[in-house]
């Protein structure tokens, strides 16, 4: 382990949220059995009392995790001189076999997070609990996850050492190396960006249809999660090399560089946001419809989908204006 | 307006200090009427009135508020619900302390989230409806009791309620200001509102003002 | 203006007004709470200056050293040795360095005696002149136009005009610093003409840098290869580690100050329970009650967090961190009284918040909360 203070406050956030998950789903385990809305009964009340305390809890996680989720990223570039070839945060990332396990889980941390948030207020926009069971089935399963994140982090901040041997994102992304790193590579730049707009075009299609007609929203939904994973691609395999200006640099991170003008902001803001909001519009579309929201969910996923239309169409602006501004030419 | 049908309240339920306050009450508060609940001291008027208001939920039994039953309404809802109907006057006027007048009359619009401006105006021409509005800027501790109780009347208004409810609103007012807080009640009920007071008071009860007259004893109406 | 948005400017106005109510008590709570962050935040702002001075001072060093190994401890390297190595792809200069410790019994002090490099022109010095370190300069009394005198082990003296002092911006490394010209070096230490300490190799491509070094190292077997990547490495590794024992020791203040901030909170007053009561009573919800009170921690929090921080700052950048020195540089009668180079970055910034209000706001969440439900009909009581 290095006593790195970015690492002792990473894991102390992450202790942190994995002992709320923990207590959360005890009291899930409670709900899921004891909950009778109807009863008058005091212990009706007070399981009634603690749901609030529930989605404090859970806003509360969610808003470190997304915090802690941008620092982990910095704190890994920062590392990088202390690892023999690393470079930037892939560098230090690669300096473990627990590394990009516990980047993944805290991506999927993050999503599962606001998936329940927004499931969350939907359920207290009805005037009888509608969604109460669903939220904290879902619930148990978000926790695991919260908790397999914080080990897999935990682990890899054990695992590292000083001095190790690493490998950097000249080396592993490269076209043609094992892996899924190389697979992401290896699309090739036309077929990545081929893939990325004629995929966002698809989904913005998907979205338009949910528009018309809200039962299709799970559609979308399912789409926006593929859609993050073509984007995820395409920047490492096509739009990074257009940043970079430079046609081997292959690299997801350096792009939150200040040398790059700390354009990966503008390009992971709104996809994270977009996917952040498309997920909850599937899921909640793919629900019956409670008849206390009548009226509310249909208003409510529409929202969802145009908010998260609209952050993937910036996503697409800024990807394109990345290849339109750049020096690089990768096709005459 | 409100009915309610066979409602219980019973506290600590369960445990050596159980108290059953209410034992099965089943009543129908008019709109636009007057209604005094009276009885003697333990009878559980306060209680009766916290179910009415939406303050408390009933151990058993079901209270409708104009049609739709209340007693099973999420928490929240039943804030937003208390907000928009009902505007409560404590038997001790529980202003905040070291608040100002104005801001006290603000304090229920909070969580309405309308813009700090209006809702300060509005306070304010409630404050001078009340004869108050040179008082705005005093902190609470610093009114007389009569201005306290009328700083709270205008807080109870300040989200336009239906239903005004009171506990011993007069219990600590002497004749003058007894006259004049029925004075305010007279105004209310010819603005249309429904008013719904406990009272020891036979001035309150025996004044032509109260329309219906509920007797309670032991956590039952009693025949009056 | 949307509905939310006026809703929580109204809840933090009352937070606001509710913390001033509360002048004392608050003000005891958000001086403790400064006090952390601002210890936390000195030892991170330090830690992170040092070593950010150590990458400054290695920056001039040669991407390569290589040194004579015999035995297993270090010996002189020979113009032998350099030459052995001659010309290779990647290397553009090579020099033989000399470098040595020199006990001064006068002020009882170690000082590091070096021959600038030969490229280095502005220190470049004749027989008879010396630059020195702000340590040296500080504990002889030395002026430039003063003279430094120094006996070595065998009874040799040396008698040096200070033609200047170095600047004491990036004095870590360079404040016990004597620089001598190469005569000189040689005769006080008497070392043979064809000696030298190490040899330093500059690369100009940083990739190229290990594949330069194992090139080298097929040249002269026998020799130890440092790369500077190596150094940056162990100083970086070195600062980190005392600088995290330093705060894993202080995270039990910091727990001690979280109990303490869950038993402020749960220990409300009457007088605040009263006033929820009368809140709850009035037509807030729980989640209304909740939020506000997150916000009074909130305030709370970032106050103490800036707060804090900017103390931190000038702790350690206008005084030097005159707090933390000793546990972090070690003991040294020679250690350098500059000022660190001020700067901070976003990383270290976040790190501090999350150290600062994460804890807090954990701590204050449940009793809020249990604040917060409490019932509405309490009012009427
Ligand atoms: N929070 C509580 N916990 C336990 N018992 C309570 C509680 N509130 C009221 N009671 C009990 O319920 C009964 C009815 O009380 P309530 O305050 O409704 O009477 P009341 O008619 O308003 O009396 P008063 O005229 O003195 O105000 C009393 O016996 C009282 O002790
Ligand atoms: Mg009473």
Not at chain 1, 252 to 260: G, I, M, S
Not at chain 2, 171 to 192: C, H, M, W, Y
Not at chain 3, 337 to 347: E, M
Request: charged share 15%; glycine share 8%; with cysteine.
């Amino acid at each position: 382990m290095i006593f790195h203070p970015p690492i002792l406050a990473l894991t102390l956030v992450s202790l942190l949220s994995a002992a709320a998950a923990v207590w959360a789903s005890i009291f899930a385990v409670e709900l899921l059995r004891r909950w009778d809305l109807s009863s008058g009964a005091e212990s009706q009340v007070l399981l009634e009392r603690r749901t609030y305390l529930v989605s404090a809890v859970m806003a509360l996680v969610m808003t470190a995790e997304l915090a802690s989720l941008v620092l982990f990223v910095f704190n890994a570039d920062r590392m990088a001189v202390m690892f023999v070839g690393a470079m930037c945060a892939v560098g230090t990332l690669n300096a473990s076999v627990y590394g990009l396990p516990a980047l993944l889980a805290k991506l999927a941390v993050f999503f599962a997070a606001s998936l329940w948030l927004a499931v969350n207020y939907a359920d207290s926009q009805g005037r009888d609990y509608p969604l109460i069971r669903v939220k904290y089935r879902l619930l148990l399963a978000v926790a695991p996850l919260v908790v397999l994140a914080a080990g897999l982090q935990l682990a890899y901040f054990l695992d590292l050492k000083a001095d190790t041997i690493t490998s950097c994102c000249s080396k592993l992304f490269a076209p043609g190396k094992p892996g899924l790193s190389g697979e992401l590579t290896g699309l090739g730049e036309r077929t990545a960006l081929v893939l990325l707009f004629t995929g966002l075009g698809c989904l913005l299609a998907a979205g338009a249809a949910a528009l018309r007609w809200p039962r299709s929203a799970a559609l979308y939904g399912a789409g926006s999660a593929a859609f993050f994973v073509i984007a995820i691609a395409a920047v490492i395999s096509a739009i990074s090399l257009y940043v970079y200006e430079h046609p081997n640099h292959h690299c997801p991170f350096c792009l939150l560089k200040r040398e790059y003008g700390y354009f990966g902001f503008a390009l992971y803001t709104p996809l994270f946001a977009g996917t952040a909001l498309g997920l909850p519009a599937g899921f909640l579309g793919l629900l019956r419809q409670p008849p206390s929201l009548g009226a509310v969910m249909p208003a409510l996923l529409r929202r969802l989908t145009l908010g998260s239309m609209a952050c993937f169409s910036v996503f697409g602006a800024f990807a394109a204006w990345a290849i339109w501004a750049s020096k690089l030419i990768l096709f005459a | 307006m409100i009915e309610l049908n066979d409602v219980t309240k019973v506290y600590n339920q369960g445990r050596a200090n159980e108290v059953a306050a209410i034992r099965g009450v089943s009543l129908t508060v008019k709109a636009r009427e007057v209604t005094v609940l009276k009885g003697p001291s333990g009878s559980g008027k306060t209680t009766l009135l916290t179910l009415i208001g939406c303050l408390a939920r009933p151990t058993s039994g079901r209270v409708r508020l104009r049609g739709e039953a209340v007693s099973s309404l999420p928490e929240k809802f039943l804030a937003q619900l208390r907000r928009q109907t009902f505007g409560f006057i404590f038997q001790q006027h529980n202003l905040i302390r070291g608040v100002s007048a104005l801001q006290n009359v603000m304090l229920p619009a909070y969580p309405l989230g309308l813009p700090h401006a209006r809702l300060a105006s509005k306070a304010l021409e409630l404050l001078a409806e009340l004869g108050l509005e040179h008082r705005a800027g005093l902190t609470a501790e610093h009114l007389s009791g009569g201005e306290a109780q009328r700083v709270a009347i205008a807080r109870a208004l300040i989200n336009g309620p239906e239903v005004i409810v009171a506990d011993e609103p007069t219990a600590n007012l002497d004749t003058a200001l007894t006259q004049q807080f029925l004075e305010i009640v007279a105004r209310f009920k010819s603005e249309g509102k429904t008013v719904l007071m406990t009272s020891h008071d036979p001035r309150i009860w025996q004044a032509p003002l109260a329309d219906t007259v509920i007797t309670l004893a032991d956590g039952r109406e009693a025949a009056a | 203006m949307p509905p939310w948005f006026e809703r929580h400017r109204l809840l933090i106005d009352f937070a606001v007004a509710s913390l001033l109510r509360r002048k004392t008590r608050n003000g005891g709570l958000l001086a403790v709470y400064t006090l952390i962050v601002f210890v936390l935040g000195s030892i991170m702002l330090f830690g992170e200056a040092i070593r950010r001075e150590a990458a400054a001072v290695l920056s001039g060093a040669p991407e390569v050293t290589a040194q004579a190994m015999r035995m297993g401890r270090h010996d002189f390297s020979t113009r032998a040795d350099i030459q052995k190595l001659g010309r290779l792809l990647g290397i553009t200069h090579i020099e033989g360095r000399l470098w040595g410790y020199h006990y001064d019994t006068a002020s009882a002090a170690n000082y590091t005696l070096q021959v600038p490099p030969a490229e280095d022109s502005a220190h470049a010095l004749a027989p008879g002149e010396t630059i020195v370190g702000e340590g040296v300069a500080r504990l002889r009394k030395l002026t430039p136009g003063g003279y430094l005198f120094l006996v070595s082990a065998e009874g040799k003296l040396l008698k040096l005009k200070v033609k200047e002092m170095l600047p004491s911006a990036s004095a870590l490394v360079s404040s016990d610093l004597v620089l001598v010209s190469e005569p000189d070096f040689r005769s006080f230490c008497g070392l043979d003409p064809d000696v030298f300490t190490d040899i330093g190799m500059r690369v100009s491509n940083p990739q190229e840098v290990s594949k330069a070094a194992e090139k080298a190292a097929l040249r002269l077997p026998g020799f130890r290869f440092v790369t500077r990547a190596d150094m940056l490495r162990t100083y970086e590794a070195l600062f980190s580690w005392r600088e995290g024992l330093l705060l894993a020791v202080f995270a039990g203040a910091l727990l001690a100050f979280v109990i303490l901030a869950w038993d402020k909170a749960s220990g409300l007053s009457a007088e605040e329970r009263r006033e929820i009561g009368i809140l709850k009573g009035i037509g807030w919800d729980t989640g209304d009650v909740i939020a506000m009170k997150m916000w009074e921690g909130g305030l709370i929090s970032v106050t103490a967090f800036l707060a804090g921080a900017v103390l931190a700052y000038g702790h350690v950048f206008l005084f030097s961190a005159s707090l933390l020195e000793p546990v972090l540089k070690g003991w040294s009668t020679l250690y350098p009284r500059f000022p660190l180079t001020p700067s901070v970055d976003a990383l270290e910034l976040s790190t501090l918040a999350f150290f600062s209000i994460v804890p807090y706001m954990a701590a204050i969440l449940v009793p809020v909360w249990r604040a917060a439900s409490a019932d509405p009909d309490a009012a009427m009581r």
